[in-house]
């Protein structure tokens, strides 16, 4: 069974730091592209950040020079290190892994739970 769990999200103030976390279960990691997406309230999901398994990255525009996203095959997990935050980065964060790098969250095989995160100004 495949799991995703997103961690280390909370209330931040803008300007500021936090770095969340994607621990994968049930399948062979390293083989995996995954992704970070992001829903706010009353908005569509939209695309945060990809890697593939070779550790090639992508980033939306929105966010390009402050997040980045990185990712550990020994544990397992996906980092995304989020900085110079913005209230507009306010929304449910969730990971995503898939045998290919996408833009859109259904070509992907597995999704988290996600874990929220507030930007306050």
């Known amino acids: 069974q495949v799991q995703l769990v997103e961690s280390g999200g909370g209330l931040v103030q803008a300007g500021g730091s936090l770095r969340l976390s994607c621990a994968a279960s049930?399948?062979?990691?390293?083989?995996?592209?995954m992704g970070w997406f992001r829903q706010a309230p009353g908005k569509e999901r939209e695309f945060v950040a990809g890697?593939?398994?070779?550790?090639?990255?992508n980033y939306a525009d929105s966010v390009k020079g402050r997040f980045t996203i990185s990712r550990d095959n020994a544990e397992n997990t996906v980092y995304l290190q989020m900085n110079s935050v913005k209230p507009e980065d306010t929304a449910m964060y969730f990971c995503?892994?898939?045998?290919?790098?996408?833009?859109?969250?259904?070509?992907?095989?597995?999704g988290g739970q996600g874990t929220q995160v507030t930007v306050s100004s």
């Open positions: 049930g399948l062979t990691f390293r083989n995996y592209a």
């Open positions: 890697i593939t398994w070779g550790g090639r990255t």
């Open positions: 995503a892994a898939g045998q290919y790098f996408s833009l859109r969250l259904g070509e992907y095989d597995y």
